[in-house]
């Protein structure tokens, strides 16, 4: 089977490279004429684990191909996924443009049966708003109206920095589609992974659409609730870890997301969360839990800057060490990272900031500049006042702690990761503070 995938971000790159390993015939497609180049050499415009090596093989097999040319990728292909960006708008709602101008393009080069599947996350009613451009696209074509296609709603769930693992293993696939045949083509794409008995759940294009903001606002509302539950630990001497163990192993309640920390942030949760309150609100809906989330996430990040603040009085030309830029380790994606919020903040106070990422600093440097983007760990704790520890990279849990010690002007370390234990930081004799551990 031949697919074309449109857009080559962090979902249409992996969902193509995947389905080039399962044996299909994959022309991905982007806009963006730089990232094409790039990915005909060989060089991932992003850093996702394993993910070069896959592009590379399936390259050189001949299975996966780049192009900005979207016309020859819809005619070869069977099914045309839709990946492109669905970034917020002012008021919290879905951008559907990009969405939009896939779906006119789609039309004006549809010359045989097609199945159009979104892939990125979209707002309900999309699937049906989708179908009335490129029919109406169609009707307008003279002896071209008779062509046929049918939408389907195939939503991601994949975590960045764990991409291949969950495309090729997740805990699920969703489809939503009103025709048979094209749920009896998406499975047949999706075949190795029926094999491997992946649960799949076939609903109407609407439940589909609605299951993906519906799955991403669960955990981010379980995360704002034990990030609240943290900041009462703190005032009753609890160890939100252990209160987070003890949730956790309620088989009924399950320990992921139950890491308290700086809050939510990536390209997912902040904006869908709020596209699902803006979804709801359209329908006369209240969502008051999402709501809640939302705003006790943005008090938490406001909360990491204050517990700085309340440490360092005296902050104005202070220089803070932060270690970690990405909103979670194994990314480079830089998008809504609690970090970038706090390095602002600090800013405005007259704090001056070294950093230093792993991966993410190419990206940081083009929205942040006026702070120092170090060579590791070491060097951006080196004459620094404080250190604060914003992603928990592997390569910040092992630090060697007596020679940060020794590189810092005074021993205050701000872990808003929870990945040190606090009585060991005592020992060593730092002023350690961190999120829901007394
Ligand atoms: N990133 C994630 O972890 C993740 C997970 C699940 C779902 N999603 C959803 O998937 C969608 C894509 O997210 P992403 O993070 O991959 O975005 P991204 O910004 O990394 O990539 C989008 C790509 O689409 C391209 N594009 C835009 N308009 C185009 C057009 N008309 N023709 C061809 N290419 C075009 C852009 O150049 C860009 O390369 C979003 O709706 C997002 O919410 C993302």
């Known amino acids: 089977m031949h697919i074309a995938v449109i857009g080559t971000g962090y979902v ?3 969902t193509g490279a995947c389905f080039a390993e399962f044996g299909v015939f994959v022309t991905c497609v982007d806009k963006d004429g730089d990232k094409i180049e790039s990915l005909k050499k060989g060089v991932i415009p992003f850093y996702e684990p394993g993910l070069e090596e896959l592009v590379s093989r399936n390259y050189k097999q001949g299975r996966i191909k780049f192009t900005t040319e979207i016309s020859g990728a819809i005619e070869d292909s069977l099914v045309i996924f839709i990946a492109v960006g669905t970034p917020p708008r002012g008021d919290g709602s879905a951008d559907l443009s990009y969405v939009d101008e896939v779906a006119r ?3 004006s080069h549809i010359k045989s049966y097609k199945v159009v599947v979104t892939k990125s996350t979209v707002p309900v009613g999309t699937g049906e708003r989708l179908r009335r451009i490129i029919s109406e696209t169609l009707i307008s ?3 071209e109206n008779s062509i046929n296609f049918d939408i389907v709603s195939n939503p991601e769930f994949l975590r960045e920095g764990a991409a291949i693992e969950d495309f090729m293993r997740p805990n699920r696939v969703v489809l939503g589609a009103d025709s048979q045949q094209a749920i009896a083509i998406l499975k047949d794409l999706y075949r190795p992974l029926y094999l491997i008995d992946t649960p799949f759940v076939i609903a109407n294009i609407e439940t589909a659409e609605l299951i993906k903001y ?3 606002s669960f955990l981010a509302v379980k995360i704002s609730f034990i990030n609240e539950i943290a900041n009462l630990c703190e005032k009753v001497g609890a160890n939100v870890n252990m209160v987070a163990k003890g949730m956790g192993l309620d088989g009924r ?3 992921k997301f139950l890491h308290a920390g700086a809050g939510f942030g990536g390209s997912c949760f902040p904006k869908d969360t709020k596209a699902l309150l803006q979804i709801a609100s359209e329908r006369g809906v209240e969502l008051s839990i999402v709501n809640a989330a939302i705003e006790a996430n943005e008090r938490q990040i406001e909360l990491m800057s204050a517990k700085i603040r309340s440490a360092m009085p005296d902050i104005k030309g202070k220089t803070i060490a932060i270690l970690g830029l990405s909103f979670k380790p194994n990314t480079d994606d830089i998008r809504e990272a609690p970090a970038l919020s706090i390095i602002q903040t600090l800013l405005e106070e007259g704090a001056e900031i070294k950093t230093y990422d792993p991966v993410a600093m190419d990206n940081a440097k083009k929205t942040i500049s006026g702070i120092a983007y170090c060579e590791d760990a ?7 006042d404080a250190v604060a520890i914003l992603t928990e990279w592997n390569q910040f849990r092992n630090l060697d ?3 940060i010690k020794g590189l810092l002007t005074q ?3 701000f872990d808003f990761r929870n990945i040190y234990a606090p009585e060991r930081m005592r020992e060593l004799g730092f002023s350690y503070h961190c999120v829901g551990r007394g």
């Open 12 to 14: 249409g790159l992996v």
């Open 105 to 107: 393009e789609i039309a």
């Open 141 to 143: 074509k003279i002896d």
């Open 214 to 216: 519906a799955s991403n």
């Open 253 to 255: 309640i399950g320990p």
């Open 378 to 384: 070491y060097d951006a704790c080196s004459g620094a």
């Open 401 to 403: 702690l007596e020679r």
């Open 411 to 413: 021993p205050l370390f």
